[in-house]
């Protein structure tokens, strides 16, 4: 079992950045892949991004390529996601979420956080 705690979450203009964090429970973290999905008001939740428990692969959902880097700290339980240019259209309840396969990050991962806001002004 694994518990998420995302933070880091806010109020930002479009093209400032913003950093969140999700701080995972557990000794083995670094066996889970894990990954960022996002959910914008009237809209479905949308896979973001994802990492392989090691860190050597990643992989980004277009809208947020070159924009959003997801990186880990196995030693510190912790994965990010750092948001740059941020857009308005980037405004949404973001999830972290994890799973013991790289594959099932992109359309259903076992295990979610209870999300937190951001919110991109124009």
């Known amino acids: 079992q694994v518990q998420l705690v995302e933070s880091g979450g806010g109020l930002v203009q479009a093209g400032g950045s913003l950093r969140l964090s999700c701080a995972a429970s557990?000794?083995?973290?670094?066996?889970?892949?894990m990954g960022w999905f996002r959910q914008a008001p009237g809209k479905e939740r949308e896979f973001v991004a994802r990492?392989?428990?090691?860190?050597?692969?990643?992989s980004y959902a277009d809208s947020v390529k070159g924009r959003f880097t997801i990186f880990r700290d196995n030693a510190k339980n912790t994965v990010y996601l750092q948001m740059n240019s941020l857009k308005p259209e980037d405004t949404a309840v973001y999830y972290c979420?994890?799973?013991?396969?790289?594959?099932?990050?992109?359309?259903?991962?076992?295990?979610w956080g209870q999300g937190t806001q951001v919110n991109v002004s124009s």
């Open positions: 979420v994890g799973d013991s396969y790289y594959s099932k990050i992109v359309r259903s991962p076992n295990y």
């Open positions: 557990g000794r083995t973290f670094s066996s889970y892949a």
């Open positions: 990492i392989t428990g090691t860190g050597s692969m990643t």
